[in-house]
């Protein structure tokens, strides 16, 4: 009775063995289970008939765009649904419109894209057909003729942040000396030039900038100082000094005070 006993209370080896992996077993079928379930659902929501955009919000100080513009630019792009439309395709589709700086569009479930824009904010011309940016971005609107009283900038491809970061510089030094700058350009030999509102130009070239507008800066006011003649072009690019064109006389002046020379000092 006893050997009995202890036969019957020997534990199978393949059953325990069995018990051991059924638990971990169990967890990744039903990991693997759960995981196949949501790339089904992924896969089905993904479809472009699927979970449609049906609004578009948009947000930002904006004095130049329409949101009902930009709402429809946004709505011509969409290729997809929720979640299969190209989010930047949408952007590019935004940032095509000659007013807009920046933008950015995100989802928000189930059925709408929230879009945040940044505007253009013009500080001058550029060339003959443009505006720049404070942030010297070049864009192109359709109506250009209520900023003809904006300076004129322009220079070589490539150089409009170069165009810009001088013009702020130049601009605090010559308000400060009550001269209103009409254009500065570079040119394709990346000489530089300063027209002022009067028909004054002056020519600064391309080397020792800093010292040559400093100089420009300093010697102005005794050129225009209790004198009937104004310059008409002062040119920069002397080491030692620069030459001076003057205006011609208008009609009924002195010639003898108001004769064109040629000046250096």
């Given at each position: ?113 929230s879009m945040v824009v940044i505007e253009q904010v013009p500080l001058a011309r550029w060339g003959d057909d443009a505006l720049v940016s404070v942030n010297a971005g070049v864009f192109r609107p359709s ?123």
């Amino acid at each position: 009775m006893p050997a009995r006993t202890v036969k019957s209370q020997r534990k199978n080896p393949l059953k325990l063995t069995l018990r051991r992996w059924m638990a971990p077993l169990g967890l990744v079928f039903g990991f693997c289970a759960l995981l196949s379930a949501g790339v089904f659902g992924y896969h089905y929501l993904s479809q472009p008939g699927r979970l449609p955009l049906r609004v578009v919000e948009v947000s930002g100080a904006l004095k130049r765009l329409e949101h009902d513009e930009m709402q429809r630019a946004v709505v011509q792009a969409i290729d997809g649904g929720f979640f299969s439309c190209d989010m930047q395709k949408l952007r590019l589709a935004v940032m095509a419109m000659p007013w807009v700086a920046d933008a950015s569009i995100r989802r928000i479930w189930p059925d709408r894209l929230s879009m945040v824009v940044i505007e253009q904010v013009p500080l001058a011309r550029w060339g003959d057909d443009a505006l720049v940016s404070v942030n010297a971005g070049v864009f192109r609107p359709s109506v250009l003729d209520e900023f003809n009283g904006l300076v004129k900038l322009s220079g070589p491809e490539g150089s409009q942040q170069r165009v810009v970061q001088f013009f702020q510089t130049v601009a605090s030094a010559a308000r400060a000396r009550e001269l209103d700058i009409t254009e500065v350009k570079l040119d394709e030999r990346r000489h530089w030039w300063l027209h002022f509102d009067g028909g004054l130009t002056v020519s600064l070239g391309r080397e020792d900038i800093d010292r040559r507008l400093s100089q420009f800066f300093r010697i102005y006011p005794s050129l225009t100082a209790n004198s009937p003649r104004q310059p008409e072009r002062i040119d920069m690019r002397y080491e030692h000094g620069f030459a001076v064109r003057w205006r011609e006389p208008a009609e009924g002046e002195s010639a003898a005070e108001t004769v064109k020379s040629q000046e250096k000092v």
